[in-house]
């Protein structure tokens, strides 16, 4: 395990570095979730690019910073992270809330990022009363409360009539998840908005969504790729909003094809 001090917290990372020679990728994770989701990715890549992953600030083995959290923070713990690194010019691949960092990301240091793989996420994602209305919900009744709503949007009927094994370790890793580490990131998903943003991008991007996600539906994903100047749009067939856990082949060929055209 690795550990840096980042902005004054402990950020847990992981750097598998294949060499100098090797384009570099970059995974930010979505809310309640650690770094893990992308393993069968990385299984898969790290062969032939070198890869870094991180837990963000209240989540995974990642220290909690101090409450209420802006989308900016979030940037610019990876910002620093990978200047603490020595790094520059990845593909950066975000999902969900990982997916407003690499924006974040982007329009704070664009040497930092040579091309964006935005999952199941968009500019702006829901609207406060929803965001207040989970936020209550995880107060009151911690994230347990929240569990069964939650699996239903990141995962299709099928996954959970077939996969009950990993049903059960996805639903562990949202419910021990920091409580205030799910509050202080939604505050900041709830305050999000890089709408006016989006037309700057400059790089090759592709927004990817799975046809069955009920948190960033597919219209919401391909509104943002209207938003930015040539993106792609991909949609991955029998998968809810975390395709990387359930459709990791697909997620893999858009990555690689991604590379390849760098």
């Not at 898969?44 to 870094?52: G, N, V």
């Not at 059960?168 to 998840?177: C, D, E, P, Q, V």
């Not at 040539?230 to 909003?241: R, W």
Request: with cysteine.
């Amino acid at each position: 395990m690795k550990f840096a001090t980042i902005n004054g917290i402990s950020i847990h990372y992981q750097f598998d570095d294949a060499g100098a020679a090797k384009p570099l990728i970059v995974f930010s994770n979505s809310l309640a979730t650690d770094f893990r989701i992308w393993q069968d990715c990385v299984d898969d890549l790290s062969a032939d690019y070198s890869i870094l992953r991180y837990d963000k600030r209240g989540h995974g083995l990642s220290g909690m910073g101090t409450l209420p959290y802006q989308i900016d923070d979030h940037v610019n713990d990876l910002v620093a992270l990978m200047d603490h690194l020595g790094l520059s010019g990845a593909a950066v691949v975000g999902l969900s809330v990982g997916g407003l960092i690499a924006q974040g990301l982007y329009h704070a240091r664009p040497d930092l990022a040579k091309a964006l793989i935005l999952c199941d996420t968009a500019a702006k994602i829901g609207n406060a009363d929803m965001w207040n209305d989970r936020i209550a919900i995880a107060r009151n009744g911690g994230l347990a409360a929240l569990v069964d709503a939650n699996m239903q949007r990141w995962f299709s009927p099928a996954f959970h009539a077939d996969r009950a094994t990993e049903l059960h370790g996805y639903r562990a890793m949202f419910t021990r998840t920091p409580l205030d580490g799910y509050i202080g990131t939604g505050m900041a998903i709830r305050d999000a908005d890089f709408r006016d943003q989006a037309p700057n991008i400059a790089v090759p991007t592709v927004c990817v969504v799975g046809d069955q996600d009920g948190a960033t539906p597919p219209d919401l994903v391909r509104g943002t790729a209207d938003m930015i100047s040539g993106a792609k749009f991909e949609l991955v067939k029998d998968a809810g909003h975390i395709p990387c856990a359930e459709q990791p082949a697909a997620i893999i060929k858009i990555i690689r094809d991604m590379m390849a055209g760098l």
